[in-house]
């Protein structure tokens, strides 16, 4: 079973910055991690995308976040990077990883979810 795990999250100051790792790991190993997705869930708010990775290694930001945000990954370390600058209380949420990942050759691709990270801005 192929297990996700978000880190990096905490209370940063107005105008701070954070990175956000999301981890793919399996008791035998990721075949392939195809794809990933963040997301953010503010309390009383719809769940909001936040950046697309794509499995043809592109990655895209919704245009109003762009210019503070950069998601990247390391294929060789099965994680997914959230790069988030000039933080505002609005970003306040949980950030979520949502991936497409084949555990094994013989396995079909499957959607997988983390459990989150707690974003707090504020001072």
């Known amino acids: 079973q192929v297990q996700l795990v978000e880190s990096g999250g905490g209370t940063v100051q107005p105008g701070g910055s954070l990175r956000l790792s999301c981890a793919a790991s399996?008791?035998?190993?990721?075949?392939?991690?195809?794809?990933a997705k963040w997301y953010r869930q503010a309390p009383g708010k719809q769940r909001e995308l936040v950046a697309s990775?794509?499995?043809?290694?592109?990655?895209i930001i919704p245009d109003s976040i762009k210019g503070r945000v950069t998601a990247s990954r390391d294929s060789a370390k099965n994680t997914v990077y959230l790069q988030m600058t000039n933080l505002s209380p609005e970003d306040t949420a949980v950030y979520l990883c949502?991936?497409?990942?084949?555990?094994?050759?013989?396995?079909?691709?499957?959607?997988?979810w983390g459990q989150g990270t707690q974003v707090t801005v504020g001072s």
């Open positions: 949502n991936a497409r990942i084949q555990e094994s050759v013989f396995s079909d691709v499957e959607d997988y």
């Open positions: 399996a008791s035998e190993g990721v075949f392939k991690f195809y794809s």
């Open positions: 990775l794509t499995s043809i290694g592109t990655t």
